[in-house]
């Protein structure tokens, strides 16, 4: 006689249990849709890199103007660079992008070529989310593969980066392992970023406008 009311005591801490989680249906502790969708365009976003990361010279920066190209050679140069930069993460921590850029360039008509190959590894790299302080490390990195493209000083055509690999996430009581396999495309004619892929098992499509 007591089965019935043992069984109906059970649905009902079930369904308060339910009413502890998100909206979505998601419990709190886990990487969400949104989450995803933020940290894949932050991640990308990071990872932009410039000529000066890779240790070129000022006539290969971009916007360079006439003044700049008196002095330098006329001559194409062959491109070939180890190099490594530190980001500082939004909420402390930081990410380390270490690697080769090859291609080539040529200082009279600032036209640049570059393909660079890298591993990016987060060091408690914190970022905030609407569910609090998100923290990554690498696990151990993320594999970086990037195409520059520039024509008379300027960005010229889609530039692409692709990220490969894993990452340990902790927030407030919680704590996981990701996958990321992101591809993404920036167009500097109106200075959108798109990012695409998988990430941490949530399938991720955002395009954000950069400054």
Same mark, same amino acid.
């Given at each position: 006689?007591?089965?019935?009311?043992?069984? &109906?005591?059970?649905?009902?801490?079930?369904?308060? &249990?339910? #009413?502890?989680?998100?909206?979505?249906?998601?419990?709190? &502790?886990?990487?969400?849709?949104?989450?995803?969708?933020? +940290?894949?365009?932050?991640? %990308? #976003?990071?990872?932009? +890199?410039?000529?000066? %990361?890779?240790?070129?010279?000022?006539?290969?920066?971009?916007?360079?103007?006439? =003044?700049?190209?008196? =002095?330098?050679?006329? @001559?194409?140069?062959?491109?070939?660079?180890?190099?490594?930069? !530190?980001?500082?993460?939004?909420?402390?921590?930081?990410?380390?992008? #270490?690697?080769?850029? !090859?291609?080539?360039?040529?200082?009279? !008509?600032? %036209? +640049?070529?570059?393909?660079?190959? @890298?591993?990016?590894?987060?060091?408690?790299?914190?970022?905030?989310?609407?569910?609090?302080?998100?923290?990554?490390?690498?696990?151990?990195?993320?594999?970086?593969?990037?195409?520059?493209?520039?024509? #008379?000083?300027?960005?010229?055509? &889609?530039?692409?980066?692709?990220?490969?690999?894993?990452?340990?996430? @902790?927030?407030? %009581?919680?704590?996981?392992?990701?996958?990321?396999?992101?591809?993404?495309?920036?167009?500097?004619?109106?200075?959108?970023?798109?990012?695409?892929?998988?990430?941490?098992?949530?399938?991720?499509?955002?395009?954000?406008?950069?400054?």
């Amino acid at each position: 006689m007591l089965r019935k009311p043992l069984l &109906l005591c059970t649905a009902g801490f079930l369904v308060a &249990l339910a #009413a502890c989680q998100d909206s979505t249906g998601l419990s709190s &502790l886990e990487i969400t849709q949104d989450d995803a969708n933020q +940290l894949a365009a932050d991640m %990308d #976003a990071m990872s932009a +890199l410039g000529t000066s %990361d890779f240790g070129l010279g000022p006539s290969f920066s971009l916007n360079l103007g006439e =003044s700049g190209s008196a =002095s330098v050679s006329v @001559a194409p140069v062959t491109i070939d660079n180890q190099f490594s930069v !530190t980001r500082q993460c939004p909420k402390g921590g930081q990410v380390v992008i #270490a690697g080769r850029t !090859t291609g080539t360039g040529d200082r009279a !008509t600032h %036209d +640049l070529e570059l393909h660079t190959v @890298a591993t990016k590894t987060d060091v408690n790299c914190a970022f905030e989310t609407r569910r609090g302080i998100l923290t990554l490390n690498g696990n151990p990195n993320i594999a970086f593969d990037g195409q520059m493209k520039m024509v #008379a000083g300027q960005l010229s055509g &889609l530039q692409t980066q692709t990220h490969k690999g894993s990452f340990t996430w @902790a927030r407030n %009581d919680a704590s996981g392992t990701c996958d990321v396999d992101l591809s993404s495309s920036f167009d500097p004619a109106t200075r959108t970023a798109t990012v695409t892929g998988t990430f941490c098992g949530r399938t991720v499509n955002v395009s954000r406008t950069r400054g």
